[in-house]
């Protein structure tokens, strides 16, 4: 350990400058999500009352199809960010700690993917899912 940093200061921590990146990474991904959401709520207007004929036209759109998976990937991106900070905030015990950002991570993954191949489908032409799955 050097002298000349100090960990502690009057009994509080002192910044070890390790979540800048992480702060500037949450307040993009607000700033990419702004227009997103404006652009899916000017969609969802569009949509109502069009019936599921109007929103596979919708989809069929390449745009629309873009957009929405963006929009997607990047609200999950930001939520990924927020649970880890509430995380590293609140659970004290590493191990603890480490299984659940892990987890929200595999969440966070399963569901881009899982969002994204949907999309893709309906993008397409083809039912959401595959024969023999749903209902």
């Not at 000349?4 to 500037?24: I, Y």
């Not at 191990?95 to 993008?123: D, K, P, Q």
């Not at 959401?128 to 749903?134: T, V």
Request: hydrophobic content about 55%.
């Amino acid at each position: 350990m050097s002298g000349s940093t100090k960990t502690f200061v009057k009994g509080v921590k002192v910044s070890e400058h390790h979540g800048a990146g992480e702060w500037k990474a949450e307040r993009l991904s607000s700033l990419i999500l702004v227009p997103l959401t404006v652009w899916g709520l000017w969609s969802a207007a569009q949509l109502a009352g069009g019936g599921y004929d109007g929103a596979l036209i919708w989809f069929q759109s390449p745009v629309n199809a873009g957009l929405l998976a963006v929009t997607l990937v990047a609200s999950l991106w930001h939520m990924n960010m927020g649970l880890k900070v509430i995380v590293d905030d609140y659970i004290h015990k590493p191990s603890t700690r480490g299984v659940l950002l892990t987890l929200i991570a595999v969440l966070c993954l399963v569901l881009a993917f899982a969002s994204v191949f949907l999309i893709v489908r309906l993008a397409l032409g083809s039912a959401p899912l595959p024969a023999g799955f749903g209902a």
